[in-house]
């Protein structure tokens, strides 16, 4: 059973975070939350008109999931107060088990310095993310990439990245990034070996690409081999400082033209 939450702002990729939401569902067992926040639902120009606009945004969410599959418990909720922290509790008190969201992709200076809702979520979220950009499947999802860390102590991490290989039964490129300033080729590779023996994984390739910039490195790598999507997982850092910190992985969120899929360490 699964228990998915769909933050929705009523746009296209909203949409489209939705659907792909319900193709991931398989058993009457799964439910599917669909979320809309309001930053103050006791706002005084929004308290006069508030039972009418409730009702609005409830028939919006209604017709969203017009498509979904029979049997799938679908749940409406309208949450009042500021988005992340909203989303987090939601995550918390009602034991989700992973978040869906669209991406609209970088769109200039104001995100870049406070960082989209997604960026934020990715940063924060205690379970897995999908950044969804276009009109993605299960069935579409044939090629993982996957930049490695290279440490062996993240048996929790790599088991979600093995769930995640096999509910897409797809190849798994086990990637590493080489700034140059280290270890050569030959060694990395040899590292990349015993990574993948260490956790056992199978159906997978290991490449070493030479890029002083991770995020261009991961996403020219993606491109070359017309992956599906792409696996990252972050630090963890859940105080809201680290917000305003660089992140590689939201920087893939932003910028990547093909689903994401983020876990924190």
Not at 73 to 79: F, G, R, S
Not at 229 to 245: C, E, P
């Amino acid at each position: 059973m699964k228990r998915i939450l769909v933050p929705c702002d009523f746009s296209l990729s909203s949409e489209k975070a939705i659907n792909f939401a319900i193709d991931l569902t398989d058993t009457a067992q799964d439910e599917l939350f669909l979320v809309n926040v309001i930053n103050d639902i006791n706002d005084s120009k929004f308290s006069t008109k508030q039972d009418a606009n409730l009702k609005e945004l409830g028939r919006k969410l209604i017709k969203l999931t017009y498509v979904r599959k029979p049997g799938v418990l679908i749940h409406h909720k309208i949450l009042s107060g500021r988005f992340l922290t909203s989303i987090l509790s939601f995550i918390e008190t009602d034991k989700i088990d992973l978040v869906v969201m669209g991406t609209h992709g970088s769109r200039g200076w104001g995100e870049y310095f406070m960082g989209s809702n997604i960026e934020k979520v990715v940063r924060t979220s205690p379970v897995p993310v999908f950044a969804v950009r276009g009109d993605q499947n299960r069935k579409s999802i044939h090629d993982i990439v996957f930049p490695c860390n290279l440490k062996l102590d993240q048996s929790e991490v790599l088991s979600k990245v093995k769930e995640l290989q096999k509910t897409f039964h797809s190849r798994l490129h086990l990637l590493r990034i080489h700034r140059g300033k280290s270890l050569n080729d030959i060694t990395l590779i040899d590292k990349l070996k015993e990574y993948a023996t260490h956790y056992q994984l199978s159906n997978y390739t290991i490449t070493v690409v030479n890029d002083a910039n991770v995020k261009d490195g991961i996403l020219h790598f993606a491109r070359e081999i017309n992956a599906d999507m792409i696996a990252m997982v972050t630090h963890g850092k859940r105080n809201l400082k680290h917000l305003f910190t660089e992140s590689t992985t939201a920087d893939i969120v932003n910028h990547a033209n093909i689903l994401v899929w983020t876990y924190s360490s």
